[in-house]
T-cell receptor, first 114, second 111 residues
């Protein structure tokens, strides 16, 4: 089954404690990205990757890091989480960037930073 | 600066009636528009799309209309069903540039 998986689905942590949210896709997609969803703000892109070892900032990259060492994996790293990073996070993948190709989203990770 | 706007945060429609969800955009370079649907505890899923060379695209009960001069698109669901209750996001892109999402509209279809 074609899918994007994220782990963990739910996470409660404290300010400053480094964490990683994993993302993996099994569709051999070149393009992967991370979004956060906040009330009244919709989905905003954090980082994206056009291919292995190629990553770039989205609209709200501050406080986040990513890596793309393998095509299928695109982890999101919060080196020192803060309460304003409490949000719902989605990983997505597609064959191409932009809107001409369907993006497939993971189920989401709800993060709470105390 | 919100380039894609969904001014109605929520919409309530009776089953069997038409649901109309609206979306406005500001960037005239956008040439591809999409609607995604999101159920609670799930990721968004693709619903329907339209390119700027068309003004209408239909897929079953779902039709998207694009008015380029007004920079406006809408999603029509006819007839609406309780299973359509979800959050709907419109999104737009310029070529292979990233997708820009709207803020979402929560649709509730009641019996």
């Amino acid at each position: 089954e074609a899918q994007v998986t994220q782990n963990p689905r739910y996470l409660i942590t404290v300010t400053g404690k480094k964490l990683t949210v994993t993302c993996s896709q099994n569709m051999n997609h070149e393009y992967m990205s991370w979004y956060r969803q906040d009330p009244g703000l919709g989905l905003r892109q954090i980082y994206y990757s056009m291919n292995v070892e190629v990553t770039d900032k989205g609209d709200v990259p501050e406080g986040y890091k990513v890596s793309r060492k393998e095509k299928r994996n695109f982890p999101l790293i919060l080196e020192s989480p803060s309460p304003n990073q409490t949000s719902l996070y989605f990983c997505a993948s597609s064959s191409l960037a932009g809107g001409t190709d369907t993006q497939y989203f993971g189920p989401g990770t709800r993060l709470t930073v105390l | 600066d919100q380039q894609v706007k969904q001014n109605s945060p929520s919409l309530s429609v009776q089953e069997g009636r038409i649901s109309i969800l609206n979306c406005d955009y500001t960037n005239s370079m956008f040439d591809y528009f999409l609607w995604y649907k999101k159920y609670p505890a799930e990721g968004p899923t693709f619903l329907i799309s339209i390119s700027s060379i068309k003004d209408k695209n239909e897929d079953g009960r779902f039709t998207v209309f694009l008015n380029k001069s007004a920079k406006h698109l809408s999603l029509h669901i006819v007839p609406s069903q309780p299973g359509d209750s979800a959050v709907y996001f419109c999104a737009a892109s310029a070529g292979t540039d990233k997708l820009i999402f709207g803020t979402g509209t929560r649709l509730q279809v009641f019996p």
